[in-house]
């Protein structure tokens, strides 16, 4: 296990220019940190600021000079302190120079590990690079940065730079900027070091790789272009989903004065007979079926063994074909990459021949791949050429798994060109599609490309670490809700949004959506029957109105609320004047789209829309000094989820901090200023148990 | 062979009980596979028979072997091979959701079994291809139109059957009857296994014996025990049915039932027994068939006047009749060899064929024969939607969309775990054990992940919470050009969506007005799909509807693509990168070289998806032959291998070896290339060292007194790891097994 550890040293900028992507940073670090710590607990890190105020480092001791270089945290195995270390990162004062930093982080590596763990030191630089480095002492500063270079390759360290260039407003530094790429691209040059440049917070999250996986190949051997001509390939996978970790069945069985339990929970499989019950059948003696008609047939592994399909190991060509005949939606899995065997040149030229060949005339090579001896399955699939733009890297290939013949389902569907002419869009409805498929842009010319897979992480994972992190600390801290930079990933960007926002609006007014009329509202009229009863008179009376009239969001006057703008149709009717039931007809249909959402939930996936829904109602209230509505309905609904158990619902609104209306805010309310929790007060014991 | 089919007694004893006949497999019929005998067209259709008997010999056996073409002389050859093989697109589409006003007859062979996951015991753990999203609950919105088929062959037996002869395979003539019955003999094994839900009978007419419920004279209904006349395929009926031409005249016999002097009418009774078995299930929820296999286009001939036209007129009144019932006849006629099958001679006015359908049907027919010859054993899925998603386009502006499976990767069929004693089927149970304790827990409501030293318990509320961080189902995020969408941005099989205006009407036109746009201006959708189970960022890909010749090949619709993060991307590439300098790259005359050797090696019209599983065919056939008790394990083609004969050509052998010159010089030796290396064989060459020091350091001690002492367990691993390395054991395990592995080895 320590064998693989990896020393790595961090080396962020904290310059005043970085402090307002610094939480990123700290994030997106003690993230690196606590995975170390869940996944390779024995690697150690070293945490090292540069642009601070005070310098503190062993070489400005020892020789002087590195000034505004701080050690914040020497070199040490990973550990909760770490992750705090990480998360509350000084703010520094003055400009830093980042090759002071390198220098620093390097000796502490040298002297820390001397020639061992050769390949797994790596040191990582989070900077703007905006401010230029100190001229040395003698040569130029590109001599100095090959010295430092070739320092690094000697000991074996990897520099991973990235480099964040949101939001600059300063062009004055533009040259200041291009110098120090090109220093830093020296290291690329020199060493095993891979530079990327950021703009937006999101992509420095993902910039950052957190976790790390010592790629293993999973065939090396020949590529057969022919029996007789043929190229050694090692093949990794390029991308491989990394899981939600995988949590243990927690067993509270174990006496708390227990300090070695391990409170897990063994699971145990039991086999019987389905016929009869009571009868055990023992793991072995257990056989496969198969299904021939209506009948099994069982199938002893042995004769399964016996007649296998067992192709020899070996990666063939089938032939080469245009790049148009491989549509991308075939592909099956995740992807692989084949690459020269390292130590063979004449491979290395062989392959970047086929490549770039490929890449010219717009081909892809098929092929037949058994990548184990032994394997019971031949895959086939496509080989897509992947010119390398880096002189030191290589070209490569990249494999996806092509279906076969049983595969694919052969599903028909109507063209569209025979759809009825009320469903095809007309000239001006085009136009606008048109122009929202181009403006509303994620990769703009001259800019970063947005959500760019390469530098979007999981938000998900993201979130389980930080809850963690949390839980480690409080046990019962709430899930921490996505933070801005997060939610950039699961929602539109609210900058292209408002920038575009007359090409949405105008989409919008071209496109018409209404519910389906014909649609069953069974399930929806069982919920309003059952909770009109308990609504007391004034609501009961509304009951003779038609409830399912056809929702119509285009016309002016609103009266029903729909499913696709309830808050808007809600403000709309119940600021209506024409008639005085209008209000009490709003908060009616409210409520009872309140009801909908809540009960016709999948796994709370209508909350938010609910709570949405329920706020307006709310502020409806309060404004037509309603209280009472509310309040009841409040009352109402939490009981009614408790007895569905839909109790995750009161759960949600207690930590949206939904209150009864008091007296202050609407005159006839009996709720007082301290009582307006008192609801979900009484549930914290229930919800925390 | 013999030792694996040896207890098939007992195997073939298993019969579920009728309840379970429900359970288990979606099926549907495709047209790729049944489309010979499917009645998505013209109601009544004819074949004729005029393949000769190798081609039909072989449903597996079709060479589907890749060729290669040479340049460009060859063309012709290869678009040839290349048109059969995409074969499964190039039938008439089937049925459709919507009903389509060009296809007049959307085919209802669907069946709505649901497929119940709890009922199958299956506790693979391998079994990792399972659509993963796969819902049961989602079944409540299959559509209706599910249906099987049933399905009566009439084989004609008459005596002409037997006389006349056609060309076989080894240039042998053989007999109609033999043509027609192997025909169905192959059809039907492989029906078993794709929709083994159809119901089939099979009934010889002009018969000596007679066996039908009605008792009326020269038809035979064939049959074996536990099994209604009309009903699911079985392994015994199928061997019965393999092994009836042995026995033909001994328990049927043939003989025609159609002569003067009697009033008998054996056409007139088959077609009756047909219909009569045929009653069974509702029209609705069944497609009914008939196949009628003749080679006597004149029935009547050999009667006169009167009689026969009333013979004809009752006759076709009989089929009339059963026509208004839903059932479609179909004819497979059987030509002679230097006379051609006559339809118009009576069987024309039995399946109502009128003139323009007689004039198209024998291209057709042809066409049609093939396929199903070259039927491929696939399970068949039932069309049906994943789930239904809301597409939100803005805030305040959602579309309802079906998704679809359409590419998932097929497996071998769910495992049944069975008790190898008695044969009956067997559920697994799950208990949850306290680990520290011992005690029985419930299905524990906490999980945990050990963090810090501690163990951070989380309620599946929580984990739930974690993973909802989206509220819309699908979410449009922005567009982007195709080209930013890399190979290597996948990680699992697409998902196609197709817009829906059950719930939301309008969202069809947005969805036909966005996708119209995309395939325009070349770009692609990202979207966040908020699924339960790992939400994630995805591309909608547009795809244009591709039609050729009548056949739908791909839809119209988009294709969902799940996009990796940058923590499931793998930075191979940098892995191996140069620090000394340059890497090698090619240069022109290489990649000239290469590109010459690529216009040589060209699959034109490469359709993905032409190759069967080797793997899959295999376990199918394995599994028929141990349920018909087939003596040879048949032999399975592998499609997927290379075309060695192509590549052997001269102009691709010279493409290659000049290419191969180009990049590795003359007299170029692999071998030397990579020892000369050597750091990629590190790893190896320290194995090797470290083998021949256990080699040495073995000699120093004398095993077999050790073991006779019973000293092993005095030596230290590492020095037992000595003898195990020295005689190339394995070298794992405690030293317990490294002890015992040691004495077996020295045979003590």
Not at chain 1, 509 to 523: A, G, Q, V, W
Not at chain 1, 620 to 633: A, L, R, S, W, Y
Request: net charge negative; with cysteine; glycine share 4%.
């Amino acid at each position: 296990m320590a064998r693989n550890k990896e020393g790595l040293i961090l080396l962020v900028d904290v310059g005043p220019s970085m402090h307002s992507v610094l939480p990123e940073i700290q994030k997106v670090c003690s993230l690196l940190i606590q995975k170390k710590l869940v996944y390779s607990k024995y690697d150690e890190v070293g945490v090292v600021v540069f642009g601070t105020e005070d310098t503190k480092n062993d070489l400005t001791k020892e020789i002087g000079g590195y000034e505004h270089v701080t050690v914040l945290q020497p070199i040490k195995v990973v550990d909760g302190d770490l992750v705090d270390v990480m998360q509350q990162l000084p703010r520094g004062t003055v400009p830093g120079d980042f090759m002071d930093a390198i220098v620093v982080g390097m000796d502490m590596l040298i002297k820390k590990y001397q020639e061992t763990i050769k390949g797994k030191k790596r040191i990582c630089l989070i900077t703007n690079a905006m401010y230029p480095i100190k001229d040395p002492y003698e040569g130029t500063k590109e001599d100095q940065v090959y010295t430092i270079a070739e320092q690094m390759a000697a000991h074996g360290m990897k520099i991973d730079c990235i480099v964040y260039k949101g939001n600059q407003k300063q062009d004055t530094h533009d040259s200041i900027i291009k110098e120090n790429d090109m220093l830093l691209s020296i290291f690329s040059k020199k060493t095993k070091a891979k530079a990327v440049h950021v703009e937006s917070s999101t992509s420095l999250l993902g910039a950052l790789r957190t976790r790390n996986i010592a790629p293993v190949t999973i065939y090396r051997g020949d590529l057969e272009l022919s029996s007789t001509f043929k190229i050694k390939v090692w093949v990794y996978k390029k991308t491989s989903e990394e899981k939600f970790p995988t949590l243990k069945k927690y067993s509270d069985k174990a006496p708390a004065t227990d300090k070695f339990a391990t409170h897990e929970i063994k699971v145990d499989y039991e086999y019987k007979s389905v016929q009869d019950p009571s009868k055990v059948v023992p793991p072995e003696q257990r056989i496969k079926g198969y299904r021939y008609g209506p009948q099994v047939i069982p199938i002893s592994s042995a004769e399964l063994e016996a007649v296998k399909f067992r192709p020899e190991k070996s990666v063939k060509l089938l032939g080469f074909t245009n790049a148009s005949n491989i549509m991308r939606h075939y592909y099956m899995k995740d992807v692989n990459i084949f690459i020269a065997d390292p130590g063979n040149k004449k491979a290395i030229v062989a392959v970047s021949a086929l490549a770039r060949a490929m890449k010219e005339m717009n081909k892809v090579a098929i092929l037949r791949c058994v990548w184990r001896q032994g394997q019971t399955n031949v895959v086939i699939g496509v080989l897509t050429p992947n010119v390398s733009e880096n002189d030191n890297i290589a070209d490569s290939f990249y494999f996806n798994v092509l279906p076969f013949a049983e595969d694919v389902r052969e599903f028909q569907f109507p063209s569209f060109s025979n759809l009825p002419a009320s469903v095809q869009p007309n000239t001006e409805q085009q136009e606008a599609a048109d122009k929202l498929v181009m403006m509303l842009d994620l990769a703009p010319a001259g800019k970063e490309e947005a959500l760019r897979p390469d530098f979007t992480p999981n938000p998900v994972l993201e979130r389980f670490y930080h809850h963690l992190e949390l839980k480690s600390k409080h046990p019962d801290a709430a899930v921490p809700p996505l933070d801005a930079t997060l939610k950039r990933i699961t929602e539109p960007d609210p900058e292209v949004i408002s920038q575009n926002k007359l090409v949405i609006d105008e989409f919008r007014r071209h496109f018409d959506l209404k519910e389906n009329p014909k649609l069953k509202k069974s399930t929806r009229r069982l919920l309003r029957d059952r909770t009109s009863g308990s609504f007391g008179g004034e609501v009961v009376k509304n009951e003779g109105q038609p409830t399912d009239l056809v929702t119509s969001t285009s016309t002016v006057k609103v009266e029903t609320i729909g499913d696709l703008t309830p808050v808007p149709d809600f403000e709309a009717m119940i600021s209506r004047r024409d008639s005085p039931e209008w209000v009490s007809k709003a908060i009616f249909g409210m409520k009872n789209k309140v009801f909908d959402l809540v009960e016709n939930s999948y796994e709370g996936d209508t909350y938010p829309k609910a709570l949405e829904c329920l706020i307006a109602l709310r502020r409806g209230c309060v404004i037509e000094q309603e209280p009472k509505q509310f309040n009841n309905f409040l009352h109402h609904i939490y009981r009614f989820c408790q007895e569905k158990d839909l109790s995750s619902f009161c759960e949600f609104l207690a930590s949206k901090d939904i209150t009864l209306i008091t007296k202050t805010e609407a005159e006839d309310s009996e709720i007082a200023e301290g009582d307006a929790r008192s609801l979900f007060v009484k549930r914290e014991p229930n919800s925390s148990k | 062979m013999k030792k694996v089919t040896k207890n098939l007694k007992e195997r073939i004893g298993l019969l579920f009980p009728d309840g379970c006949k429900l359970l288990g497999f979606l099926v549907v019929a495709g047209k790729s596979v049944n489309s010979a005998l499917n009645k998505n067209e013209p109601e009544f259709m004819i074949f004729v028979l005029l393949v000769p008997l190798q081609m039909l010999s072989g449903i597996l056996g079709a060479s589907n072997t890749m060729r290669i073409t040479e340049d460009a002389l060859y063309e012709g050859a290869i678009n040839k091979i290349s048109e059969t093989r995409s074969k499964p697109f190039d039938i008439p589409p089937l049925n459709s959701f919507h009903q389509n006003p060009l296809r007049q007859n959307p085919s209802p062979q669907l069946l709505h079994c649901r497929f119940s996951k709890s009922c199958l015991m299956d506790m693979d753990p391998d079994d990792v291809f399972r659509d993963e999203e796969d819902d049961p609950e989602n079944d409540f919105y299959q559509e209706r139109q599910a249906s099987k088929e049933l399905l009566v062959y009439l084989v004609d037996a008459s005596p002409k059957m037997f006389n006349i002869t056609c060309p076989g395979e080894d240039q042998k003539n053989e007999s109609h009857f033999h043509v027609a019955v192997s025909c169905i003999a192959q059809f039907i094994k492989v029906q078993i296994i794709n929709r083994p839900y159809d119901e089939i009978a099979i009934c010889f007419f002009n018969t000596r014996e007679k066996k039908n419920l009605q008792d009326l004279n020269g038809v035979y209904v064939l049959n074996v025990a536990e099994r209604e006349h009309l009903d699911n395929l079985t392994a015994q009926f199928i061997r019965e049915f393999d092994g009836v031409e042995e026995s033909f005249n001994k328990l049927i016999g043939s003989e025609y039932g159609i002569v003067s002097g009697s009033r008998d009418n054996s056409l007139y009774n088959a077609l009756w027994v047909a219909q009569a078995l045929l009653r069974k299930g509702s029209a609705k929820t069944a497609d009914k068939r008939i196949l009628l296999l003749t080679n006597e286009d004149d029935p009547f001939g050999n009667i006169k006047g009167v009689t026969k036209l009333d013979m004809t007129r009752t006759t076709l009144q009989r089929a009339k009749d059963a026509q208004d019932l839903g059932i479609s006849i179909e004819l497979l006629p059987l030509s002679r060899p230097n006379e051609e099958f006559n339809v118009s001679l009576f069987y024309a006015d039995l399946i109502g064929l009128d003139g323009d359908d007689l004039a198209q049907f024998m291209p057709l027919a042809g066409e049609r024969f093939e396929d199903m010859k070259k039927q491929l054993r696939k399970r068949m899925f039932k069309k049906r939607k994943v789930r239904r998603i809301t597409f939100m386009i803005a805030s305040g502006l959602s579309i309802e969309l079906n998704t679809y499976a359409l590419i998932r990767p097929t497996v071998p069929g769910t495992i049944t775990w069975l008790d190898s004693v008695t044969n009956l089927p067997i559920k697994a149970e799950r208990s949850f054990i306290c680990a520290d304790t011992g005690a029985l827990v419930q299905e524990p409501p906490k999980r945990f992940q050990s963090y810090k030293n501690e163990e951070i318990k989380f309620s599946t509320e929580e984990l739930a919470e974690i993973k909802r961080v989206s509220t819309g189902n699908l979410r449009l995020l922005g567009f982007k050009p195709l080209s930013c969408l890399k190979d290597y941005h996948n990680l699992r099989p697409s998902t196609f969506v197709f817009p829906s205006d059950e719930e939301v009407m309008g969202s069809t036109c947005i969805f036909i007005a966005l996708h119209r746009s995309m395939i325009r201006l070349k770009r692609f959708a990202v979207a966040f799909y908020g699924s339960s189970t790992r939400p994630q960022l995805v591309g909608l890909v547009a795809q244009e509807e591709i039609v050729v010749a009548g056949g739908q090949i791909e839809p119209p619709g988009m294709h969902m693509i799940y996009l990796p993060y940058s923590e499931d991307i793998r930075l191979i590439e940098e892995l191996h990168s140069e620090t000394t300098g340059n890497m090698p790259s090619a240069n022109d005359d290489q990649i000239q070289k290469a590109t010459a050797l690529m216009k040589r090696v060209d699959l034109r019209d490469f359709s993905v998806c032409q190759f069967a599983n080797p793997a899959l065919q295999s376990h199918y056939a394995v599994v028929q032959a141990l349920a018909l008790d087939e003596d040879e394990m048949p032999e399975i083609n592998d499609e997927t291998l290379p075309d060695e004969e192509g590549m052997a050509r001269p102009g691709i052998a010279k493409a290659l070896e000049e290419f191969k010159v180009s990049v590795y010089g003359e007299n170029y030796d692999e071998e030397n290339e990579n020892t000369a290396h050597g750091k990629a064989n590190a790893a190896s060459r320290k194995r090797k060292v470290a083998s021949e020091d256990a080699l040495n350091k073995c000699a120093y001690y004398d095993w077999p007194k050790l073991a006779d002492d019973g000293k092993l367990k005095d030596l230290t691993v590492q020095e037992l790891k000595y003898y195990v390395t020295a005689h190339k054991l394995p070298v794992a395990g405690k030293k317990e097994a490294l002890i015992s592995r040691i004495l077996t080895h020295m045979g003590k």
